[in-house]
């Protein structure tokens, strides 16, 4: 199975705007998606489908693609959305499922 | 309401076995594909299993290949994951995750988790 990279960390002062990217050969052919993680919490989606918003997340979180790279948009950063934010994306020669190794957003 | 509850963490020793459940409610399990994902402690999610709806075809991580074994009761409403051979790199917080019917391939829910702990 391939593998999708992450930065370690973003940070953003409160109303900025975070990018999150998540990069992966495969990931033109295949859909992502991302999760957000609290502390002690079990994940939870927040974009299916590379830019598809789930029913109950804020409009701020949004998502895009380009080329081998996709992007997890918060705009409006709240102190709220200060989370672990995972890609996950499907190798269908598996088909395996793979997770981003995770980016820590730290909201200053 | 949906909810998964994974139950059978614990302590165990190295080379040892463990089976975790995951009961599922609120929604109708035959239908689903079903996933387990696992978090080692300060360490981000992995992938560990996958199940198509009628348990025919099952995929594992390389990890666990040949050591762990995902089944499904769907009249029971539950999943299993019998795991062997375990060693410390074993240890982390197991989840079971559903597969969205609309959302492509989307974990739309998951449990709270189980913690495994492989130690002497």
């Known amino acids: 199975s391939y593998e999708l990279t992450q930065p370690p960390s973003v940070s953003v002062s409160p109303g900025q705007t975070a990018r999150i990217t998540c990069s992966g050969d495969a990931l033109p052919n295949q859909y992502t998606y991302w999760y957000q993680q609290k502390p002690g919490q079990a994940p939870v989606l927040v974009i299916y489908?590379?830019?598809e918003r789930p029913s109950g997340i804020p409009e701020r979180f949004s998502g895009s693609t380009s080329g081998t790279t996709v992007t997890l948009t918060i705009s409006g950063v709240q102190a709220e959305d200060e989370a672990d934010y995972y890609c996950q994306s499907v190798d269908s020669s598996g088909p395996y499922r793979v997770f981003g190794g995770g980016t820590k957003l730290t909201v200053l | 309401e949906v909810q998964l509850v994974e139950s059978g963490g614990g302590l165990v020793q190295p080379g040892g076995s463990l089976r975790l459940s995951c009961a599922a409610s609120?929604?109708?399990?035959?239908?689903?594909?079903m996933n387990w994902v696992r978090q080692a402690p300060g360490r981000g999610l992995e992938w560990v299993s996958y199940s198509t709806s009628s348990g025919s075809a099952i995929s594992y991580a390389d990890s666990v290949k040949g050591r762990f074994t995902f089944s499904r009761d769907n009249a029971k409403n539950s999943l299993y994951l019998q795991m062997n051979s375990l060693t410390a790199e074993d240890t982390a917080v197991y989840y079971c995750?559903?597969?969205?019917?609309?959302?492509?391939?989307?974990?739309?829910?998951w449990g709270q988790g189980t913690l495994v702990t492989v130690s002497s």
């Open positions: 995750a559903r597969e969205s019917m609309i959302a492509g391939d989307a974990f739309d829910y």
């Open positions: 609120g929604f109708t399990l035959r239908v689903y594909e």
């Open positions: 489908k590379d830019n």
